[in-house]
């Protein structure tokens, strides 16, 4: 098909838009509609008090007063950092596409945990970067195993990754989170093999249960981690403001590669004021509460009505990664469910080369308690019926949709 040719719609299933239907939302990671912060005294004063500001091209960095606050609020998660060190941006993808514009080039190695994040993969699919997978475990990616595969690479004379991309709390897809022992050997095998690290971390301050750990930045002291932070899944993902935290000459190559010039003033100082005024603060509180909620929600209706299932509950985030029964493909059983109004995105898809089957990824933020009920019932129902008749769900090709969504 040439590239110019319209991609058929296939309907758009965002949360909150025109879907006619009643499907149960667990697929993408969409935030919780009726949690989505009212901006609208914001808005309306940035708007009088700010137009000549927000209305005009932004500065190339992003405005220094969010600079600033960005820098207050990185530094007291224990990173040093000052304004030279931010760079903003249209979200905290944006951050990852800029560093394999400036850093690597079509063929070079480019490092991820197995699973990871599926639109971290068509981005640097999209790069021509080669993928090197890592599996993980309850403690995130096994960095021993990732040490083994980088000597054996120095070894053969094959060449050596530029970036690792990494997903350390709340891990998307899995949940896991990365040792604090696990960060810093991350931080001594860059420095020993040469790569750099892109710590991509929107989930961090949606903790439910546990402690913290600290940042991989904060093991750093040689400039090898860029921290990538977001308001997306913390406030509100279609305000578009991100940035990226780190070594001065990287985040002006990273400015300069930028193509829009500068990201919009509008939405910059609305975060801003949200921040100033602790909006932020407060709906992270609330968000944190209702999204645990939603998690034990879910884990109540599993044990329930997929008994035979298996999972662990992650301590924050987003998502919760599924095992499902030995027999059963997690391809069918995402078509059957979508069949029975629940949408859910099957594991393979988060796999870069050798996909591991009987996994989906299951997102408890956009639905209610109750949708979720009756989204895990559907998926049991839907589990039901692919085991009487297998013939009637096979998968094909992953939609667009599907490729391309959080
Ligand atoms: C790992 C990861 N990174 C980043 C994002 C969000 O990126 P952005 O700030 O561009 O909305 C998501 C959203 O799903 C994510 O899961």
Redesign the pocket.
Known sequence: MSVLTATPRIGDTRPGTTAPDDVVQMGG?YAFPDLLPDVSQIARNVASDFRTEALQYGPLFGLPDLRDAIVESVRADGVACGRDNILVL?????ALDLLLRVMVRPGDPVIVSHPT?L??LSIIRSHGAELIEVDLDHDGMKVDTLAQMLAARRSRGDSMPKLLFE?PDFH?PTGVTLSAARRQRLVELAEEFGFFILE?D??RKLRFAGTGVPPIKSFDRSGRVIGAG?V??IFA?GI?V?WANGDPDIIGRMAAAKSEGGCCPFTQRIVLEAMRTGLIDHHITELSEVMAAHLRAMCASIDRHLPDARYNVPNGG?FLWLELPADVSAAQVTLAASASGAAIFSGDLFFGTVPAQGFVRLCFATSTPERIDLGIRRIAEAIHRLRESPEKFVPGEATPLQRHT?
């Open positions: 990671g249209n979200g905290a993808k944006q994040y639109t971290a997903v998307n991509d929107p989930y977001t997306s899944k993902p578009r991100g987003y959080d």
